[in-house]
């Protein structure tokens, strides 16, 4: 039985400390997996929420089916129970199941399917679903792996009209349906102009962390040491998924090498694109992802335990964690637990620096954790998902959450120097910050507590120069159409920057108050309050807790998770891709017209060197390098971009300078996009060294 959050979020609008620790207590309690009576059974439902909109009745449907094993008819997947199935014949080649909806055009907006109940046997795991009016020409609107079991599985995508919907998987031992079901929904207008929503990817688990791969540009998603809860482990392992976007694969792996449960960590990916993971459930280790050979071990693992600890990659290409006393105690060190306040010096979760070459950590107590505490009730909130920027000199900037803002020097023990205040703005717990354009930092969003309180529309831009030096800070636009606090954010390469998902108030495993309507801000140098903010394509699937949004190498966006929480109905198990209208033609097709990039003569590059890149045809002088981003959380230290002027250097040929001071662009690897009025290419890596 579910979990009823929504009873739970009531109770917290009135004893708000009281109950907070009574929801944790619930969460703790929903560790069964969730059934419901389908068909005629109880099933396994792993607490999804279902796709928006209503089930289509099934009076006008007619069904076919690619071949039919003896005795289970086509017809047995649609009849209301599921003590009956169909199942295919075993094939070398992919068995589908085409629906016919009836005369009437439906807004289709997801599916569910109940496995063969009987037996553990013909499953359906990688599959495609596709979506026609006339029974010719197809659309594919949803494709992935589903989890390995007999619970029911679902698809949610965005809403399209539609007569025929078709189920296709590969079929070696056959695949077998107790139950389909189809859904739809209020149509949403395509738009052009606002972008485009599809096609979803299902995923075996619901991706809390990813970060994109340099070298295969395929996203690395991982959860917990389960695929849809976190509370209960036993440590030492975490369950993982990799899509690839190249071949349209969703292949899963269960970690265990790295002996590391590796939900609410920090993550950075090194100077040489690896992705370095710290600390969490298991709250001083270090798991490492060799992007060259696509293969995790262990690293030495950290001095001080951290749980929502910040990361950084620092201009000499060490790392730098700070905070994080979701886990291993609040401050302290080895998990001594020490309570600390915003109005104390007590030891907090003081930084430290990994070494990737050495293999080592070191402290520096200098930079203190104590300088960047909000105002949560809770200790443990205090310091969470530090919004941190790697400078030159080995310099960090600490924008927010909390309302101070810092400098820290990672030489020798460490130091920390106040930056001052983000101006008109309070503690932004959860909320966003993303480096745009070269030093300029727009923050939007958050709440002063890291829940139960209001989130709101407040956006600043923050522009950084030197070290130790407090930088300016101005109100960007007039803020977000939208409060938002669990939202995620990607800089594009325009220089714009996409915001999706979120909630009115921060209630952690509760979709109440969510947003489905993304904007995104629009810098302008000569407005006096620095751009604008526009609203984007609607969308038709919640992203709040544990959702995260990643820039792609075609200039797409991939969004995706929300829930790990047992059996409290906020489990997505699934990612979608949003395509900017940049990428789009008038019509809502895509845009062909794109620059090429033909060739770039450097691309392993040191601070202040030129590169030199030859395109096809003419391209605007403005070009993007971005890098590469991992996401947890709310947060993704890794992404910044930074605008390179192009020189003409002969027909069709360019070339661009790096920052020629360290830690501007920040080592690792970066997407160069080049554009034509406005559209991007498709990028090219450019590897910055420290």
Not at 11 to 32: F, H, I, K, P, W
Not at 71 to 94: P, V
Not at 151 to 171: E, G, H
Not at 269 to 289: L, M, W
Request: net charge negative.
């Amino acid at each position: 039985m579910k979990i009823h959050w929504r009873a739970a979020a009531l109770l917290l609008g009135t004893a708000r400390a009281n109950d907070v620790m009574q929801l944790e207590s619930l969460y703790r309690e929903g560790t069964t997996p969730d059934t419901a009576p389908i068909g005629g059974r109880e099933v396994l439902t792993l607490a999804q929420p279902l796709p928006q909109g209503q089930p289509i009745p099934r009076a006008e449907w007619f069904v076919r089916c690619s071949t039919i094993s003896s005795g289970d008819d086509c017809d047995q997947a649609i009849d209301d129970t599921t003590e009956t199935f169909w199942k295919s014949a075993d094939s070398s080649t992919t068995q589908s199941i085409t629906i016919y909806l009836g005369m009437q055009e439906r807004a289709v907006s997801g599916l569910t399917m109940v496995p063969r109940q009987d037996q553990n046997a013909s499953l359906i795991l990688e599959h495609q679903i596709l979506l026609s009016t006339d029974g010719d020409n197809w659309n594919e609107v949803a494709y992935g792996t589903w989890w390995p079991d007999q619970a029911q599985k679902l698809s949610a995508f965005q809403p399209q009209k539609a007569n025929y919907v078709r189920l296709s998987a590969p079929a070696s031992n056959g695949i077998a349906i107790a139950d389909l079901q189809i859904y739809e929904s209020e149509f949403i207008p395509p738009n052009a102009a606002l972008g485009a929503w599809g096609p979803t990817i299902d995923l075996p688990l619901v991706p809390v962390a990813a970060a994109v791969d340099p070298i295969s540009g395929a996203v690395v998603t991982w959860s917990a040491w389960g695929h849809d809860i976190f509370t209960g482990s036993l440590g030492g392992e975490t369950q993982t998924a990799t899509w690839n976007s190249r071949d349209h694969s969703v292949t899963q792996r269960d970690v265990e090498n790295t002996h590391h449960d590796m939900f609410c960590p920090g993550i950075s990916t090194d100077a040489d694109g690896k992705i370095v993971v710290t600390g969490g459930t298991d709250a001083s280790q270090t798991s490492i992802y060799n992007t060259s050979g696509a293969a995790w071990f262990e690293g030495m693992p950290m001095n001080i335990e951290r749980g929502y600890q910040a990361s950084t990659t620092l201009s000499d290409g060490r790392i730098f964690v700070i905070g994080g006393s979701f886990s291993g105690g609040v401050g302290g060190t080895n998990g001594e637990r020490v309570e600390t306040t915003n109005a104390d010096n007590a030891s907090g979760k003081d930084g430290e620096v990994y070494d990737p070459i050495s293999d080592e950590w070191t402290e520096i107590s200098g930079a203190k954790a104590s300088a960047m505490l909000t105002d949560d009730n809770r200790t443990y909130r205090q310091d969470n998902h530090g919004w941190l920027f790697a400078w030159t000199n080995g310099s960090v900037f600490q924008a927010g959450p909390s309302k101070a803002m810092n400098w820290y020097g990672t030489a020798d023990s460490g130091s920390t120097t106040p930056a001052g205040s983000r101006t008109g703005d309070e503690d932004a717990m959860c909320g966003n910050a993303v480096m745009y354009d070269t030093g300029k930092i727009l923050t939007f969003g958050g709440s002063p507590w890291y829940e139960t309180r209001n989130a709101t529309t407040n956006a600043a831009i923050i522009t950084i120069d030197k070290p130790d030096q407090n930088p300016s800070v101005q109100q960007a636009g007039n803020g977000m159409f939208y409060q938002r606090t669990f939202h995620s954010s990607v800089v594009l390469p325009d220089g714009s920057v996409f915001v999706h998902g979120g909630q009115d108030v921060g209630l952690p495993f509760n979709e109440s108050g969510a947003h489905l309507t993304p904007e995104r801000f629009i810098p302008n140098a000569t407005d006096p309050q620095g751009g604008t903010w526009i609203e984007q394509q609607k969308n038709s699937v919640v992203r709040v807790y544990h959702s995260l949004a990643l820039l792609l190498q075609d200039g797409t966006v991939f969004t995706g998770g929300g829930g790990l929480c047992g059996n409290c109905s906020a489990n997505h198990f699934d990612g979608q891709i949003y395509t900017p209208p940049y990428l789009l033609k008038a019509d809502g097709t895509p845009q062909t017209a794109r620059p090429v990039i033909k060739s770039v003569t450097q691309t392993a590059v040191k601070p202040g060197d030129t590169v030199e890149v030859t395109t096809e045809d003419a391209v605007d002088t403005q070009a993007s390098i971005i890098r590469y981003g991992s996401a947890t959380h709310t947060v993704n230290t890794d992404q910044r971009r930074i605008g390179v002027q192009l020189s003409t250097n002969g027909s069709n040929q360019y070339t661009f300078q790096i920052p020629d001071q360290a830690g501007i662009a920040q080592p690792g690897y970066y997407m160069l996009f080049v554009l034509k009025d406005g559209v991007p290419s498709h990028s090219v890596n450019v590897h910055v060294s420290p």
